[in-house]
């Protein structure tokens, strides 16, 4: 059975940063494609930053772009998303998910991920 746990959120003011944790059982990520998204109240989950091919091949929204690096940490099992310079409109619900190569198909959105951990709750306010 596929586990994925995040870790890591919380509350922080504009401009600090988090690093956000996801670790897994019953897969073995550096197997395959890995992501973060993240849902804010009222809007469609959105894929934030993936590693979507076996060359490590990483993609990242424009939204986050020069800000949030995702990295994957094969002994532990583990990948991270390190977000600095957070903003405000940066508040959701953060997500990790995998899927397939394959199946992914180098995407990072939503409906090309199988398996998604519970949430780590991440705001930014003043």
């Known amino acids: 059975q596929i586990r994925l746990v995040e870790s890591g959120g919380g509350l922080v003011r504009p401009g600090e940063s988090l690093r956000l944790s996801c670790t897994a059982s019953g897969v073995t990520l550096r197997h395959f494609a890995i992501g973060w998204f993240r849902q804010a109240p009222g809007k469609e989950r959105e894929g934030v930053s993936c590693?979507?091919?076996?060359?490590?091949?990483?993609y990242h929204s424009d939204s986050v772009k020069g800000r949030f690096t995702i990295s994957r940490d094969n002994a532990k099992n583990a990948v991270y998303l390190q977000m600095n310079n957070l903003k405000p409109e940066d508040t959701a619900v953060y997500y990790c998910a995998t899927a397939d190569f394959a199946v992914v198909a180098g995407r990072c959105s939503r409906n090309a991920y199988d398996y998604w951990g519970q949430g780590t709750q991440v705001t930014v306010s003043p």
């Open positions: 590693i979507i091919a076996r060359d490590g091949n990483v």
